[in-house]
């Protein structure tokens, strides 16, 4: 599975939208981009997921690159329970459906 | 509502030793599940893929001996901590693939403390 690069923290004021950026330069043609967040002390929660196509759901909106090289997660207004690590992960589908989570990006919402 | 619940959410055990952990998918069968370990400031590791009717996957440099895993039903995976020790102590989570593999919902996790 390719490899992700994302900020290792990012802020974002209460009700903007917050943006969050996520390389995956290595990603091949069978390969989705996933997202999910961690809440403090919880267990990760799925977010989003897209193949080459822009995606939105109720909670976020996924704009992938047309090279698909690089991706952004984006919650429309943020608020203050949306403070968390968020995760992107590449992942074929061809696999065992394991997820590899690497650092993430901790976004802390301010009021 | 949850779909994935662990049990117990915190255990404190004693060196020496065993912990179970229990994870069950509530809303629907899962034939595989996952088992995650999380360590303080540190992102998720996986630690074994759990398949329900055979013996389970161990990513490397986990000890299968030491982390037992049994699939005992279609929605019961469970986690023994063998001979626990303080290093032991950490999150552990499990998860459950939804939507041909699509999704995956994770449960609330378990925080072990050996003391």
């Known amino acids: 599975d390719a490899k992700t690069t994302q900020p290792p923290s990012m802020d974002c004021a209460e009700g903007r939208a917050a943006n969050l950026p996520c390389n995956h330069s290595?990603?091949?043609?069978?390969?989705?981009v996933y997202w999910y967040r961690q809440i403090h002390s919880q267990g990760p929660q799925y977010i989003i997921h897209?193949?080459?196509n822009n995606e939105t759901n109720e909670m976020a909106s996924l704009i992938i690159t047309e090279d698909r090289k690089s991706s952004t997660l984006i919650l429309p207004h943020a608020t203050l329970r949306d403070t968390a690590v968020y995760y992107c992960i590449v992942r074929g589908y061809s696999n065992t459906g394991k997820l590899i989570f690497g650092q993430g990006t901790t976004l802390q919402v301010k009021p | 509502g949850a779909v994935v619940s662990q049990h117990p959410s915190w255990v404190i055990c004693k060196s020496g030793t065993s912990v179970k952990i229990e994870c069950r998918s509530l809303d629907f069968q899962a034939t595989t599940m996952f088992w995650y370990r999380q360590f303080p400031k540190q992102s998720l590791m996986l630690m074994a893929t759990s398949n329900e009717g055979s013996k389970a996957t161990y990513e490397q440099g986990v000890e299968k001996d030491k982390f037992l895993i049994n699939h005992a039903s279609l929605t019961l995976s469970t986690l023994t901590v063998t001979s626990a020790h303080p290093e032991d102590s950490s999150f552990y989570i499990c998860?459950?693939?939804?939507?041909?593999?699509?999704?995956?919902?994770f449960g609330p996790g378990t925080r072990l403390t050996v003391t």
């Open positions: 998860s459950v693939p939804y939507s041909r593999g699509y999704e995956q919902y």
């Open positions: 897209g193949l080459k």
């Open positions: 290595t990603i091949s043609g069978n390969e989705y």
